[in-house]
């Protein structure tokens, strides 16, 4: 799979929906971030990306990154995001240059493993 900028399906603006973890496919799906989650992900076709999370009844409850991006993607609906941090806090939010498993449905874009650990998000729309 080539590797390029941003491609066209995840150009836009996402609402995080989900954050979820399991400790098996078996298990059952929490929220570690607890009620009040919110977050926002843009991804500009140039590959700068941007993502903000809040969560009040977490630990943390602020945690934004902003940098590049490149995807491997070879059928427009699912591959490998890799950022490259250029800023991030709090520091160790980020696995900077990790691959991120995604998947396109429609305006529904989940990233993760869908076994142990899946970030979902809805495309904003006028």
């Keep these: 799979m080539p590797s390029e900028p941003i491609p066209a399906g995840l150009v836009g603006a996402w609402r995080l929906t989900a954050w979820e973890e399991r400790d098996g496919e078996g298990g059952d799906w929490r929220n570690p971030l607890g009620a009040g989650a919110d ?12 993502f903000q999370l809040t969560a009040p009844a977490a630990h943390i409850p602020y945690a934004g990154l902003f940098g590049r991006a490149v995807a491997r993607c ?18 160790g939010f980020s696995d900077d240059g990790a691959a991120r498993a995604f998947r396109l449905h429609g305006d529904v874009l989940e990233f993760g493993d869908g076994a142990t650990w899946r970030r979902m998000f809805i495309r904003i729309t006028r």
Excluded: K, N, Q, T
């Design 39 to 50: 977050g926002m992900l843009l991804c500009d076709a140039s590959g700068a990306v941007s």
């Design 74 to 91: 070879d059928d427009g609906v699912s591959g490998e995001l890799r950022i490259m941090v250029d800023a991030v806090h709090p520091a």
